[in-house]
């Protein structure tokens, strides 16, 4: 039977990466994406600008929505303290079940919480389920017509706290025009874009940052 493109793009991770080394695997990603097949990983130009956030923001709490084959959860797992934790929340089964290997690969497991479902049906459970209260930083890279839906659903859950940080993908292109004039336009947040590139092409795309205010 045909490989997909995630199982071809794991291969290439146990392939040329080295077991327990997070930068190899994000290298190893990063060269099958450029060299053989497009995939819709955040990438090395804007993964480097979401590098500088998490250093920045040095997040205890993460919550990423839209995990695909884990390239973007590396990345920020890598950054995180000891005690930190990532959640990250994967719809496709298929997806989920790369993910999980190419986080082991990377030796991120205990950092990480993969969860596979709707990011609708999780959120509100997320408190009572994990044991977490609120996030520090939030990655948005899901579907983009979810962004604002669950950005207005992790206010009213209570999952957001005065100084939470979330970083959007995408907001160029393919594009989330409702939750850019949001997080714009609200008081409740101070928003900037960071320009960029799409994954791997010359296309403009880039990452929102918004702190909530509370
Ligand atoms: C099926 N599915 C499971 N998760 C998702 C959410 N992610 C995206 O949709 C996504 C799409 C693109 C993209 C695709 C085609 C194109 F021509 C240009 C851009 C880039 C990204 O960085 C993305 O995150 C989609
Ligand atoms: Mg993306």
């Known amino acids: 039977t045909q490989s997909t493109r995630p199982q071809r793009l794991l291969s290439a991770v146990q392939k040329n990466a080295t077991r327990g080394n997070p930068r190899s695997v994000v290298r190893a990603i990063d060269e099958f994406c450029r060299h053989k097949e497009w995939a819709m990983n ?11 956030i998490v250093s920045e923001v040095n997040p205890v709490t993460v919550l990423e929505l839209g995990t695909y084959c884990g390239y973007s959860t ?33 030796g991120l497991q205990d950092k990480v919480q993969l969860v596979e479902g709707s990011s609708g049906d999780w959120i509100p459970k997320i408190q009572e389920q994990f044991g977490i209260n609120t996030f520090d930083l939030v990655f948005l890279d899901h579907w983009k017509d979810r962004y604002l839906p669950d950005t207005k659903l992790m206010e009213k859950c ?10 959007a993908d995408n907001v160029i292109c393919p594009g989330t025009p409702d939750y ?15 320009i960029s590139h799409l994954e791997y092409t010359k296309a403009e795309d880039g990452l929102e940052k918004s702190v909530f205010l509370g």
Not at 42 to 52: A, F
Not at 81 to 90: D, G, R, V, W
């Open 158 to 167: 209570g999952l957001l706290r005065k100084g939470s940080v979330l970083v």
């Open 180 to 194: 850019l004039e949001y997080v714009r336009s609200s008081p409740c947040y101070k928003s900037q874009y960071f």
């Open 42 to 52: 955040v990438g090395d130009e804007k993964g480097c600008i979401l590098d500088s």
């Open 74 to 106: 590396v990345r920020i797992a890598s950054l995180l303290p000891p005690n930190a934790k990532l959640i990250t929340l994967e719809f496709n089964p298929d997806f989920a079940a790369i993910a999980r290997q190419v986080i082991a690969w990377a």
